[in-house]
C-alpha cells in the first residue's frame, strides 16, 4: 500500500533563506506527484504537478524534483519570505489507482520569520 | 472563472441529522472527489467520481453517500450524522492527467 511522508512536520525559517521540503513515497509505480499550499482555514492551492516520467517543474521561486526510484520529491524555495508561510503538502498518484485515487502526505508546516 | 465552489462554509449538526455538502466547479472537467481533513490524519479520499454518471468508494466512504448531478456539481450526504463526522470537508476537480484543483473547504461540527 502506498504511504506519502513527510518531514519535518513543521520548520521555521529566517527571511531570505533558500529551504527544501521533502516528501517520500513507498511504491514507485506513480503516475504523478502534486505539491500543495495550504494557507489556515483555506482550501489547498496547486503550486506544481511532475508527470512520473520528468524530473523537474519549476514556477517562479518554486522548484520541485521527483526522483522515482528512490521515492523521493523536493520542494526547493529560494529566498524565502514571510508570505511563502503555510503547509505544504505532496500528494502521489498510484500508478495502480486507475488514474484517480491520490494518496496524501500530512505535510510541513512552514514559518518564515521576518 | 469560479473554480470550485463548496457550499455552505459552516455548519453545526446534532447526531443523527442529515445534511448535503455542494460542489461545483466551472472548469469542465471530467472528474471529481470529496476528502476529509482531520488534525494528524491529513486528506483522506471519501468518494470520487471519474466521469458523470459514475462514482467510486475512497478511503473512507463509511456514513456517506454521493451524487454527480451533471459534469459540474458533485454532492456529498450524510444521512445520520455522527460526532466521528466532524471535520473539514474539501471538495477537488481535474481533467484526466492534469491537476486537481481545491474548493475553500466546509467546517462541519457534529454534537
Known amino acids: 500500500k502506498q504511504e506519502v511522508t513527510q518531514i519535518p512536520a513543521a520548520l521555521s525559517v529566517p527571511e531570505g533563506e533558500n529551504l527544501v521540503l521533502n516528501c517520500s513515497f513507498t511504491?514507485?509505480?506513480?503516475?504523478?506527484l502534486q505539491w500543495f499550499r495550504q494557507d489556515p482555514g483555506k482550501g489547498l492551492t496547486s503550486l506544481l504537478l511532475?508527470?512520473?516520467?520528468?524530473r523537474e517543474q519549476t514556477s517562479g521561486r518554486l522548484n520541485a524534483s521527483l526522483d522515482k526510484s528512490s521515492g523521493r520529491s523536493t520542494l526547493y524555495i529560494a529566498a524565502s519570505q514571510p508570505g511563502d508561510s503555510a503547509t505544504y503538502l505532496c500528494a502521489v498518484l498510484p500508478s495502480a489507482s486507475g488514474t484517480y485515487k491520490y494518496i496524501f502526505g500530512t505535510g510541513t508546516r512552514l514559518k518564515v520569520l521576518a | 472563472n469560479a473554480g470550485v465552489t463548496q457550499t455552505p462554509k459552516f455548519q453545526v449538526l446534532k447526531t443523527g441529522q442529515s445534511m448535503t455538502l455542494q460542489c461545483a466547479q466551472d472548469m469542465n472537467h471530467n472528474s471529481m472527489y470529496w476528502y476529509r481533513q482531520d488534525p494528524g490524519m491529513g486528506l483522506r479520499l471519501i468518494y470520487y467520481?471519474?466521469?458523470?454518471?459514475?462514482?467510486d468508494k475512497g478511503e473512507v466512504p463509511n456514513g456517506y453517500n454521493v451524487s454527480r448531478l451533471n459534469k459540474r456539481e458533485f454532492s456529498l450526504r450524510l444521512e445520520s450524522a455522527a460526532p466521528s463526522q466532524t471535520s473539514v470537508y474539501f471538495c477537488a476537480s481535474r481533467f484526466t492527467q492534469y491537476e486537481q484543483y481545491f474548493g475553500p473547504g466546509t467546517r462541519l461540527t457534529v454534537t
Open positions: 511504491d514507485s509505480a506513480i503516475y504523478n
Open positions: 467520481s471519474a466521469s458523470e454518471g459514475t462514482t
Open positions: 511532475i508527470q512520473s516520467s520528468q
